[in-house]
């Protein structure tokens, strides 16, 4: 389990640096697009842009994405039917069938009494011969494995008490605690097992984003126009000194003695000033680093990566995750005419029975997934990596986006509408822990083995 630790410190596997993304991540200097972000409800924000990228390169970029997911689709299909085999057994859905129309499993003895036992009843008999071994030996290993949260090790270079890069790793430690407990690291570690014993592996996300529920509000003033007016008055013209006005005939300025006349007299409300007042508070929600786990269920990336960072072999990682189409609008006021309900990625030729898989994982029957499912659209995040802009082999297009996105990007669609293009490492973003070293990117979860009931 020294892998999972190491990922748990969030320590780099390889240099020693610190959490991917954490402090080096250039993408931080901005909150990351979401609903809880106040400034992405103006339909003029620029938090959300193409880059400048034509629609030609957006579409070889989606091209691309596409013909690099579908080269390792059947490979994904089998993973899938095995990752969700391990979560019906975890959850005590033992009486499984495969539906070969939908290529997913689906719960028989629901099903059977769905149909109201019009069969010979064989199926519905098969309940008292459950025994969930799969959900003990999960709780067991999860419960056992994130009993404590491993300490955070921030090493310097040098040991050198009067380096920088000393108070910088002592620094470095108390912001990851803080990081972590604002990210609920003791829930965290038991997801992470719970990843590990279903999957195999897991991803973690890490990038800054503004979320008040989160990281709390600050209070700021609210100022308004403020006319401050003035009646009749000299202004010195020597001194600038401005004397209420006691004779219409001039005076002398009290400051310097200089006379006032004719020309440096102003009646009421001339040489009125505008200023500001406070006028009330408001509460804006501050922002800090998130963490966010990721299953291999919803995470693809090139299944033959391996080593040691196996993120550096992939050339593509894709996020695909379903979000409520009110959400949607929300976030990207500039594609509201363009977002269809319901729609699923388009950079995949299993993108159905992907969204099916991800519905089927938190629905309350196997292969019977609610109406929602017809209205949320699917939400793709795509990582691709300067080694990914030469596939097709035109280096016109090669050069533009070395030029513009030297360390990869990061490209946003909902369904099929590209809706943000940014600058992204995906090294620095994205972290990945596995229960075994050698078996690649994705290996071989506990609960394979765990089972000892297998489906129909």
């Given amino acids: 389990m020294a892998t999972a630790v190491m990922s748990m410190t969030d320590i780099d596997p390889i240099s020693g640096n610190l959490p991917p993304g954490v402090f080096q991540n250039p993408a931080a200097q901005y909150a990351e697009p979401s609903s809880q972000n106040p400034s992405q409800v103006d339909?003029?924000?620029?938090?959300?842009?193409?880059?400048?990228?034509?629609?030609?390169?957006?579409?070889?970029?989606?091209?691309?994405?596409?013909?690099?997911?579908?080269?390792?689709?059947?490979?994904?299909?089998?993973?899938?039917?095995?990752?969700?085999?391990?979560?019906?057994?975890?959850?005590?859905?033992?009486?499984?069938?495969?539906?070969?129309?939908?290529n997913c499993w689906y719960d028989a003895l629901a099903w059977s009494r769905s149909q109201g036992a019009q069969d010979s009843g064989e199926d519905t008999d098969?309940?008292?011969?459950?025994?969930?071994?799969?959900?003990?030996?999960?709780?067991?290993?999860?419960?056992?494995?994130?009993?404590?949260?491993?300490?955070?090790?921030?090493?310097?270079?040098?040991?050198?008490?009067?380096?920088?890069?000393?108070?910088?790793?002592?620094?470095?430690?108390?912001?990851?605690?803080?990081?972590?407990?604002?990210?609920?690291?003791?829930?965290?570690?038991?997801?992470?097992?719970?990843?590990?014993?279903?999957?195999?592996?897991?991803?973690?996300?890490?990038?800054?984003?503004?979320?008040?529920?989160?990281?709390?509000?600050?209070?700021?003033?609210?100022?308004?126009?403020?006319?401050?007016?003035?009646?009749?008055?000299?202004?010195?013209?020597?001194?600038?000194?401005?004397?209420?006005?006691?004779?219409?005939?001039?005076?002398?300025?009290?400051?310097?003695?200089?006379?006032?006349?004719?020309?440096s007299y102003y009646a009421a409300g001339e040489g009125?000033?505008?200023?500001?007042?406070?006028?009330?508070?408001?509460?804006?929600?501050?922002?800090?680093?998130?963490?966010?786990?990721?299953?291999?269920?919803?995470?693809?990336?090139?299944?033959?990566?391996?080593?040691?960072?196996?993120?550096?072999?992939?050339?593509?990682?894709a996020w695909d995750t379903e979000i409520d189409l009110g959400e949607a609008f929300q976030m990207f006021p500039k594609f509201r005419d363009r977002i269809v309900a319901g729609s699923v990625a388009t950079t995949?030729?299993?993108?159905?029975?992907?969204?099916?898989?991800?519905?089927?994982?938190?629905?309350?029957?196997?292969?019977?997934?609610?109406?929602i499912s017809l209205t949320n659209p699917t939400y793709s995040r795509v990582w691709m990596q300067p080694m990914s802009y030469y596939k097709k082999m035109d280096w016109g297009f090669a050069d533009r986006m070395m030029k513009q996105f030297p360390e990869g990007l990061l490209i946003s669609m909902i369904g099929e509408v590209v809706v943000d293009i940014r600058p992204a490492n995906l090294l620095k973003e994205i972290s990945h822990d596995a229960l075994y070293a050698n078996q690649g990117v994705y290996c071989k979860a506990l609960a394979n083995t765990a089972k000892l009931q297998c489906a129909l």
């Fill in 43 to 102: 339909p003029n924000d620029q938090n959300f842009s193409t880059n400048g990228v034509s629609d030609a390169d957006q579409k070889m970029l989606v091209d691309i994405i596409t013909e690099y997911r579908d080269s390792w689709a059947q490979d994904r299909l089998i993973r899938i039917r095995q990752w969700m085999l391990n979560l019906f057994y975890w959850r005590g859905i033992q009486v499984l069938q495969w539906d070969n129309a939908t």
């Fill in 348 to 371: 995949t030729s299993i993108a159905n029975v992907e969204k099916l898989a991800r519905q089927d994982a938190v629905s309350a029957l196997g292969g019977a997934t609610a109406d």
């Fill in 272 to 317: 009125n000033r505008m200023s500001m007042k406070m006028a009330g508070t408001k509460k804006t929600p501050r922002a800090g680093v998130k963490w966010t786990l990721i299953s291999p269920l919803e995470f693809d990336v090139a299944p033959t990566a391996k080593g040691r960072c196996p993120l550096k072999q992939t050339p593509i990682a």
């Fill in 126 to 263: 098969l309940e008292r011969w459950i025994n969930p071994l799969t959900l003990m030996f999960g709780n067991v290993f999860s419960g056992v494995m994130s009993q404590e949260v491993p300490k955070t090790v921030v090493k310097p270079q040098n040991a050198d008490p009067n380096l920088q890069d000393t108070v910088t790793a002592k620094a470095a430690v108390e912001a990851i605690r803080i990081i972590e407990r604002k990210n609920n690291m003791s829930w965290m570690a038991y997801s992470i097992f719970e990843m590990l014993y279903l999957f195999g592996s897991y991803f973690r996300y890490t990038r800054a984003v503004i979320d008040g529920d989160m990281f709390g509000y600050d209070e700021e003033p609210i100022f308004e126009d403020l006319e401050i007016q003035t009646g009749p008055h000299y202004k010195c013209p020597q001194c600038g000194t401005e004397t209420p006005a006691t004779s219409p005939d001039g005076m002398e300025c009290p400051s310097c003695g200089a006379w006032m006349g004719q020309e």
